[in-house]
């Protein structure tokens, strides 16, 4: 079970995006992070995933949505053709995980409030 900090709510999945580059058996994984250094979202390998710094949403749509807007912006250099799902968020370990909101330019999306 996850809780989302700003509505004091709980919700029984959260998602991320998960994409690939090129052939997705030669595990070119790609998620958005919330980065370190600029408090931004990134595109980011697989580590990203482990690292906690994933960036989530409570619904599929506003999944999609907000990789729609993310990639179409003009001010991003896309390089790679990204596979982009939305699959279930599954951290590691099973503590219950607390998440808190943020907003971007791109829509709002939520990260592990230990992760700032």
């Known amino acids: 079970m996850f809780?989302?900090?700003?509505?004091?709510?709980?919700?029984?999945?959260?998602?991320?995006?998960?994409?690939?580059?090129?052939?997705?058996?030669?595990?070119n994984e790609r998620y958005i992070q919330l980065s370190l250094y600029t408090g931004k979202?990134?595109?980011?390998?697989?580590?990203a995933y482990r690292a906690g710094g994933v960036v989530c949403f409570t619904s599929k749509k506003e999944a999609y949505e907000f990789i729609t807007r993310y990639m179409s912006d003009p001010n991003r250099n896309v390089k790679f053709y990204i596979n982009w799902n939305v699959i279930e968020y599954r951290p590691t370990g099973c503590r219950p995980t607390e998440f808190i909101e943020r907003k971007s330019s791109y829509g709002s999306y939520y990260v592990i409030n230990s992760y700032r």
């Open 3 to 27: 809780r989302v900090i700003k509505e004091s709510s709980a919700v029984d999945k959260m998602y991320t995006l998960h994409g690939y580059v090129g052939d997705p058996s030669l595990k």
């Open 41 to 47: 979202p990134i595109i980011n390998t697989r580590c």
